[in-house]
């Protein structure tokens, strides 16, 4: 079956990098792209960026360029994401998602989200 | 601010029919797809394309577009239906992107 499995909850000084991975099975992972949403606490689903799994070329939505880049290794399936330099504004549930794109593009399996807690 | 603007919050007594909508430019060109959302809980997709289930979503569930108004639409809500649902879409300005509309709360009475 097809899983998406994050990587665990971290706590982060502000200006230490982060990085969450997102590992995918059951599936061939160059088959479909991976996208990334944030949530913070309270808060609505944020659509962050997406990277092409086949050529690793990654956009993101404007607030998320410049700090945010995503990252794979298909050797093991997986796809990540880093936060550099984070600040607390960026605590926050972090998904991946996998994107079925047939005309367009859904997101029909999810990670199980990972938290990253930025505080000093 | 969102390019998707859906209402905050919506109340349905159990049994009847609620409609959530999402309301944006991009959605009179591109579909519209829906996510449910449970306390602690990861998204789940429950509508997708025109008005496609997929597996393990009840019948209840279903989805249409009119304009720039996308609904998502529960007919005969359970408890089990209380959540957030999220609208998604293309971004507008740069339609290979995306984006989320701000949410709906949804309670069940």
């Known amino acids: 079956q097809v899983q998406l499995v994050q990587s665990g909850s971290e706590l982060k000084k502000p200006g230490a990098s982060v990085n969450v991975s997102c590992k995918a099975s059951?599936?061939?992972?160059?088959?479909?792209?991976v996208h990334w949403v944030r949530q913070a606490p309270g808060q609505g689903l944020e659509w962050m960026g997406w990277?092409?799994?086949?050529?690793?070329?990654?956009e993101f939505a404007q607030g998320f360029t410049g700090r945010f880049a995503l990252s794979l290794d298909t050797s093991v399936s997986t796809a990540y994401l880093q936060v550099s330099s984070p600040r607390a504004e960026d605590t926050a549930v972090y998904y991946c998602?996998?994107?079925?794109?047939?005309?367009?593009?859904?997101?029909?399996?999810w990670g199980q989200g990972t938290l990253i807690t930025v505080s000093s | 601010s969102s390019e998707l603007t859906q209402g905050p919050a919506v109340s349905v007594a159990l049994g009847q029919t609620v409609r959530i909508t999402c309301q944006g430019d991009s959605l009179r060109s591109y579909s519209t797809s829906w996510y449910q959302q449970k306390p602690g809980q990861a998204p789940v997709l429950v509508i997708y394309g025109k008005n496609n289930r997929p597996s393990g979503i009840p019948d209840r569930f279903s989805g249409s577009t009119s304009g720039d108004t996308a609904s998502l639409t529960i007919t005969g809500a359970q408890a089990e239906d209380e959540a957030d649902y999220y609208c998604?879409?293309?971004?507008?300005?740069?339609?290979?992107?995306?984006?989320f509309g701000g949410g709906t709360k949804l309670t069940v009475l």
């Open positions: 998602a996998r994107a079925y794109c047939s005309g367009d593009c859904y997101f029909d399996y």
């Open positions: 990277i092409n799994t086949i050529t690793g070329k990654a």
């Open positions: 059951g599936y061939t992972f160059t088959t479909y792209a």
């Open positions: 998604n879409s293309r971004d507008s300005s740069y339609n290979h992107l995306r984006v």
